[in-house]
């Protein structure tokens, strides 16, 4: 499985944009990154995944290295609500269990 | 509305009292799985199926068992609990077999074995 490695913590101010970083250098050509949060009490939530391309949804954009070898998930406008851990896992896309690794994640804090 | 339940959300046992904690979803998902989520490891997958009557191994398989009955359903079983077994369990579920599908997990289950 391609290792991601993330920083422990981030913190932002309510209503700025925050930009949470990710190297996965070992991924391999075929696998998608994902990112997932977790609040705290609460099951892991899907935030958005992407390729090659940089992707939008509602929730955040993704901007992924023409290397692929890093991504970084953004949030436009950061509200208390965004403060949770976010993994970033890189999803094997072939065999039998394609299943989601999830690392420690960065811990975003998000002050009024 | 496309969910996952676990029911109990809280449980405390004592040690080898046999013990489910049932999942279920309402999207019609092939794929389901288990995770246990433990301070310092993160989560770790402990069983998964792939479709009705099809279960196999995660990474952390020892003291629990899964069934697959129905598609909607896939409880996690400990026949005979113990003390580091307790953890926060989640159940997941999505369309596929393939990782690059949105997984979608419960709220979780606290489960302490005394």
């Known amino acids: 499985d391609a290792k991601t490695t993330q920083p422990n913590s981030m913190e932002s101010n309510e209503e700025e944009p925050v930009h949470l970083p990710c190297n996965h250098s070992t991924i391999s050509g075929t696998d998608y990154i994902h990112w997932y949060r977790q609040l705290p009490s609460q099951g892991p939530e899907y935030v958005i995944h992407g390729l090659t391309s940089n992707v939008n949804n509602r929730m955040a954009s993704l901007a992924i290295a023409e290397d692929r070898k890093s991504s970084t998930l953004i949030l436009h406008r950061a509200t208390l609500r965004d403060a949770a851990v976010y993994y970033c896992?890189?999803?094997?896309?072939?065999?039998?269990?394609?299943?989601?690794?999830f690392g420690k994640g960065i811990t975003l804090s998000v002050r009024p | 509305e496309a969910q996952v339940t676990q029911n109990p959300r809280y449980l405390i046992t004592v040690t080898g009292k046999k013990l489910t904690v049932t999942c279920s979803q309402n999207?019609?998902?092939?794929?389901m799985s288990w995770y246990r989520q433990d301070p310092g490891l993160g989560l770790r997958q402990i069983y998964y199926?792939?479709?009705?009557?099809?279960?196999d191994k995660g990474d952390v398989p020892e003291g629990y068992k899964v069934s697959r009955k129905e598609k909607r359903n896939f409880p996690l079983i400990l026949e005979s609990p113990s003390p580091n077994q307790t953890s926060l369990y989640f159940c997941?579920?999505?369309?596929?077999?393939?990782?690059?599908?949105?997984?979608?997990f419960g709220p979780g289950t606290r489960l302490t074995v005394l």
């Open positions: 999207m019609n998902h092939e794929y």
């Open positions: 896992i890189p999803a094997v896309s072939t065999g039998a269990n394609s299943k989601l690794t």
């Open positions: 199926s792939m479709n009705v009557e099809v279960t």
């Open positions: 997941a579920s999505r369309h596929g077999q393939r990782a690059y599908n949105e997984q979608f």
